[in-house]
């Protein structure tokens, strides 16, 4: 007979999701079982943010040593050790994989088990040789690269973010389809490390995001050599290891083949449902996920879901925000509703671009009245100190002066971002941000300085005019 657990929770998947939600439940004290069939640390550090940024950053070294002169500083082209790249990413995985490891959460006291987990009734979960009967269960499964089904890609070498981390020799022409952020964040980092790139998308480039701010970020790839094809469907795969074509068709019906030494596949993520047994424990389900409510329950009010399994935003932040969520709910019995609409966003391209809110558009889509204030880089001193001038602030305020949205593209993007996304959250005003204190010289003078703007005009209206003169008239 297997085995039978009966923890207070139990966690499946060992993403920042699960881990957040393991780690916060044992440290009150709480039996914890938590589940894992692949790699502690789930996606975002084995195959994602912590891998990309990694490589990321290898490449914005390559890319300071070739524009160095801008500087008065003579360095020349970079001599690029791929391998050695990869050893630095492979490196920094490993510098942090202590933090996620089966190790630390069994101090931490909870149970891991490494098994695949599927439910066999409402309540009970089997991983392994273990049957696990929990008071409540949280599944945080997460997803997987998705394969388009494009004539021939099945039959053809290709990479996802999953495996071109396990490339150890530079591609002499990487072809990467899908212009998304992953897609054009590693066309950006392998064009730097001296790769040639071309990306091809079906609709527009960072499509999800404000097309005024988007181009700034697809303009600059460009001048660094990135081919970016828009509008242009992928409609046959073929070749082999090292030689490998495309045949792309444009909204003309016009057909052409590109040749590369490597493709990447970057279209999207699927939820891990398969082989879960939702059906046993009746949590219902559709394409882009597990069906949950806004308190992040699902139809087995015994089982809550967070991450990218719920078909919401697939950011390890979001995940990381909804296990919170869910920890009130288990341990406090406290209502707690996901509010998406405060969730930020952030593109680690050169320059980044990051998003709190609505966009113009999608406001506008909504029927929101906003007004809109932007303030370019090149108007800071300390983006024409470092000549990093390209990009801007694009904020949206909504009745009362209530910023609604905010948009910044530019050097330091992700990090400005922190800030609006607090204003957002909070609903603070205009005045909340021309108020503040913002040091000098810092980019997030930049956010300051659109918020003034915003004012400018009742500078110029007669009666606050005449109220000064007035004013003036008492010494």
């Known amino acids: 007979m297997p085995k039978i657990l009966t923890p207070d929770i139990c966690v499946i998947g060992a993403g920042s999701g699960g881990l957040t939600t393991a780690a916060a439940a044992a440290a009150f004290g709480v039996d914890v079982v938590l589940i894992e069939r692949g790699r502690m640390g789930g996606d975002c550090l084995n195959y994602g943010c912590v891998p990309s940024k990694a490589l990321i950053a290898a490449g914005k070294h390559a890319a300071a040593i070739r524009e160095a002169e801008r500087f008065g500083i ?19 995985i490993a510098a942090i994989a202590p933090n996620d490891s089966v190790e630390r959460f069994e101090g931490l006291g909870v149970t891991v088990i490494k098994a695949a987990a599927h439910f066999v009734d409402e309540r009970t979960v089997a991983a392994g040789e273990r049957l696990v009967r929990a008071r409540r269960f949280v599944v945080a499964a997460g997803s997987s690269p998705f394969v388009p089904p494009i004539e021939g890609l099945a039959e053809t070498p290709h990479l996802t973010n999953e495996t071109i981390f396990d490339l150890r020799e530079a591609p002499d022409h990487l072809l990467v389809i899908g212009g998304g952020p992953i897609g054009l964040e590693l066309a950006q980092a392998h064009r730097r490390l001296g790769c040639a790139v071309t990306v091809v998308e079906a609709e527009r480039a960072l499509g999800r995001d404000d097309p005024e701010l988007a181009e700034v970020v697809i303009a600059r790839l460009r001048g660094e050599g990135v081919a970016i094809r828009e509008r242009a469907n992928v409609v046959h795969v073929s070749g082999k290891d090292g030689a490998v074509e495309i045949v792309v068709e444009d909204a003309a019906g016009t057909r052409e083949t590109l040749s590369g030494s490597h493709l990447l596949v970057a ?31 699902t139809s087995n009010k015994r089982v809550y879901a967070v991450g990218d399994i719920t078909g919401g935003p697939q950011f390890t932040h979001a995940a990381n925000y909804q296990a919170g969520l869910v920890i009130r709910a288990l341990l406090f019995r406290l209502p707690v509703r996901e509010r998406r609409d405060q969730l930020p966003h952030v593109t680690f391209t050169e320059p980044e671009l990051g998003q709190v809110g609505p966009t113009e558009a999608e406001a506008k889509a909504a029927g929101t009245a906003v007004d809109v204030v932007r303030w370019p880089y090149a108007e800071n001193d300390r983006a024409q100190a470092e000549r990093t001038t390209e990009g801007m602030v694009k904020l949206l305020i909504g009745k009362r002066g ?3 949205g905010a948009g910044v593209v530019g050097a330091a993007a992700g990090e400005m971002t922190n800030l609006f996304s607090l204003a957002v959250a909070k609903g603070l005003k205009l005045s909340d941000l021309r108020d503040f204190v913002s040091p000098y010289p810092t980019f997030s003078e930049i956010g300051k300085r659109a918020a003034t703007s915003y004012f400018q005009p009742y500078t110029r209206r007669k009666f606050v005019r005449r109220a000064v ?3 003036s008239r008492f010494g």
């Open 74 to 92: 003579r360095a020349g082209q970079p001599d690029v050790d791929f391998p050695a790249v990869k050893d630095h990413v492979q490196g920094v």
């Open 267 to 297: 279209v999207g993520r699927v939820p891990n449902l398969a082989g879960l047994g939702l059906e046993a424990a009746g949590i219902s389900r559709n394409r882009r996920g597990i069906d949950v409510g806004p308190n992040l329950r």
């Open 402 to 404: 209530r910023l609604i």
């Open 469 to 471: 003169a007035l004013l």
